[in-house]
Antibody, heavy 120, light 106 residues
Framework: QVQLQESGPGLVKPSETLSLTCTVS??????????WSWIRQPPGRGLEWIGY???????NFNASLKSRLTMSIDTPKNQFSLKVRSVTAADTAFYFC????????????WGRGTLVTVSS | DIQMTQSPSSLSASVGDRVTITCRAS??????INWYQQEPGKAPKLLIY???HLQSGVPARFSGSGSGTDFTLTINSLQPEDFAVYFC????????FGQGTKLEIK
């Protein structure tokens, strides 16, 4: 059974960097069949796709966030990570990691999500 | 940028009803649409991919259709566990989601 679990600080100060890690079990981040993705959802609002990292380190980001994003993959630890620089209150959201199937072009497995609040 | 407009934003229905949720793209997107269900406090769950393909494990009362700019998610014979929020998503470019449809018990 594929499982994903987000981890990282729940509180980040404005202008600092938000850092999250997703640990994958039941599958390998080294698979060419999936893009390892991040999606976020401000409390009570809709979903926003952030981007993904591929097994070879290639990335694809939402154009609106691209200038502030870094994503990476750690094959030995079977993890992938997200960094968002220069955060503001608008970055407060539930952050979900997900497995984007290349064949289906959809997120077929999701983490439970973690709330990150940007506040001083 | 391609925009996804979902309607209605909320919908009341009863157990056993048939409901339809629509998603319209601002330009033609072939069949590059996914549908997800999100229960309160949980992560979304994939229901339909590529407009009409049922995700493994999803009950057959869920179906999707459409191509071009107009897409529908249909739920036949609503069950109590189906009352949730539903989102469409374009599966390329910036992969935008629709605003969501909250399905409530009448």
């Amino acid at each position: 059974q594929v499982q994903l679990q987000e981890s990282g600080p729940g509180l980040v100060k404005p202008s600092e960097t938000l850092s999250l890690t997703c640990t994958v079990s039941g599958d390998s981040v080294n698979s060419p069949n999936y893009y390892w993705s991040w999606i976020r959802q401000p409390p009570g609002r809709g979903l926003e796709w952030i981007g993904y990292v591929y097994f070879n380190g290639n990335t694809n980001f939402n154009a609106s966030l691209k200038s502030r994003l870094t994503m990476s993959i750690d094959t030995p630890k079977n993890q992938f990570s997200l960094k968002v620089r220069s955060v503001t209150a608008a970055d407060t959201a539930f952050y979900f990691c997900g497995r984007w199937s290349v064949v289906k072009s959809a997120v077929d497995y999701w983490g439970r999500g973690t709330l990150v609040t940007v506040s001083s | 940028d391609i925009q996804m407009t979902q309607s209605p934003s909320s919908l009341s229905a009863s157990v056993g009803d048939r409901v339809t949720i629509t998603c319209r793209a601002s330009q033609t997107v072939d069949t590059y649409i996914n549908w997800y269900q999100q229960e309160p406090g949980k992560a979304p769950k994939l229901l339909i991919y590529a407009a009409s393909h049922l995700q493994s494990g999803v009950p057959a009362r869920f179906s999707g259709s459409g191509s071009g700019t107009d897409f529908t998610l249909t739920i036949n014979s609503l069950q109590p566990e189906d009352f949730a929020v539903y989102f469409c998503q374009l599966n390329y470019s910036d992969r935008p989601f629709g605003q969501g449809t909250k399905l409530e018990i009448k």
